[in-house]
């Protein structure tokens, strides 16, 4: 008997869907957001939301975010996220702060859902082989035999 539908539900995507259907996913930049963060939407930050809040905007995702407009609801994230860490936080607190991650992209489900991929970075080069790869042939060595002679010195 069907029951209800679910966020995540339904047939599984193919593994080489992604590299066909390329153009509708986003490319973030590896290298993520490089302009300063904007301010703090919420009340009185803690020392804590400021270095998270400040760390977020770095991210990739924070370019659509910027976009899409979203600081509210990333600040919404990074105040529950400072009260998730504290000793004594309530299990539904880490639940609200996984699901505020998944919305924001920050989960690989996430980026999933949003259709976003983050691209190599600038610097980051294809590893290139330095030496031409040696057969199993090749690299076969013969382990000399100690004897008991030279075993027991």
């Known amino acids: 008997m ?8 339904g ?15 986003t490319v973030l930049p590896a290298e993520g957001r490089e302009a300063d963060p904007p301010p703090f939407p919420l009340l009185d930050p803690s020392p804590r939301e400021a270095e998270l809040w400040a760390a977020l905007w770095a ?7 910027e976009r899409l407009g979203l600081e509210i609801e990333v600040g919404l994230y990074v105040r529950n996220l400072a009260a ?3 000793p004594g936080a309530l299990a539904a607190r880490s639940t609200l702060v ?18 976003w991929v983050i691209g190599r970075a600038a610097d980051e ?3 290139t082989p330095t030496t ?5 042939r090749e690299r076969m060595y013969v ?4 004897g008991d002679d030279e075993a027991t010195e």
């Open 2 to 9: 069907p029951r209800g539908g679910h966020a995540r539900g």
């Open 11 to 25: 047939r599984r995507a193919s593994p080489t869907s992604l590299r066909a259907n390329l153009a509708d996913w």
């Open 59 to 65: 991210k990739p995702q924070a370019i659509e975010w």
């Open 84 to 86: 998730a860490e504290l």
């Open 98 to 115: 996984r699901q505020y991650g998944d919305s924001l992209g920050l989960s690989a489900a996430g980026m999933r859902a949003h259709r």
């Open 125 to 127: 080069a294809r590893p």
């Open 132 to 136: 031409p790869a040696r057969s199993a």
């Open 143 to 146: 382990v000399r035999d100690l």
